[in-house]
């Protein structure tokens, strides 16, 4: 719990500057990245014998969560900050993600 603390301490971020890291090229390949993995694990993770035999796990099978998760996952990697907010802020932090192996 104190690594936790220590770790929420170092990080200084505020929502605008999160948005704005979003919509930088390390944002859009991180978001791809994101998407990717969510598209790629829900088939994994419905099979999950645990979770299908659940009221929960019936619940998401019944509504399609499959579906569901995928419009989620779109969304995440086709979000594109609206253009009045882009001219808002000024150039916020860099923060750089390394490539995808």
Known sequence: MAR?????????????EFLMF?????GRRLRQI???GLIVS????MRIPGLRRSPIGRAIELVGGA???????EAIRDWE??????HEGGRG?????????
């Open 4 to 16: 936790f603390k220590e770790l929420a301490e170092h990080v200084n971020m505020t929502v605008d």
């Open 42 to 45: 829900v088939p994994f993770v």
């Open 34 to 36: 994101v998407a990717t």
């Open 81 to 86: 900050r609206s253009e009045a907010a882009k």
């Open 22 to 26: 979003l919509d930088s090229p390390p």
């Open 93 to 101: 932090p860099v923060i750089d993600v390394p490539p995808a192996s």
């Open 67 to 73: 579906a569901l998760v995928m419009r989620l996952a």
